[in-house]
């Protein structure tokens, strides 16, 4: 059983920084990734990292402002945002893909689910 665990979210004003962890027990040995979820809109992919080889991609609403990496067992994942907006308000939730070599930009691509973490932007 594969159990995943958020924390870091936060009220910070818009321009500052956060730094999401998300820490993995069980038998992950998967891809992992980052989404976020604002009340009443869907589930949104953020960010992923591949277990096989370490590359990461990005939905371009972040690009150049959010970073995810994570050690090399994938245990431990970060998302490390900057420049914050406030339409980056969200539950942000970590994910275990179903793969290990690409990750995934759909929620069908993730099997586990953390609990979430509110992270809320004020202008």
């Known amino acids: 059983q594969v159990q995943l665990v958020e924390s870091g979210g936060g009220l910070v004003q818009a321009g500052g920084s956060l730094r999401l962890s998300c820490a993995a027990s069980?038998?992950?040995?998967?891809?992992m990734g980052w989404f976020r979820q604002a009340p009443g809109k869907e589930r949104e992919f953020v960010a992923a990292?591949?277990?096989?080889?370490?590359?990461?991609y990005y939905v371009d609403s972040v690009k150049g402002r959010f970073t995810i990496s994570g050690d090399n067992a994938l245990n431990t994942v970060y998302l490390q945002m900057n420049s914050l907006k406030p339409e980056d308000t969200a539950v942000y939730y970590c994910?275990?893909?179903?793969?290990?070599?690409?990750?995934?930009?759909?929620?069908?691509?993730?099997?586990?689910w953390g609990q979430g973490t509110q992270v809320t932007v004020s202008s």
């Open positions: 069980g038998r992950t040995f998967s891809s």
């Open positions: 990292i591949n277990r096989s080889g370490g590359t990461t």
């Open positions: 994910a275990k893909s179903l793969r290990t070599i690409t990750a995934g930009r759909s929620p069908r691509d993730y099997d586990y």
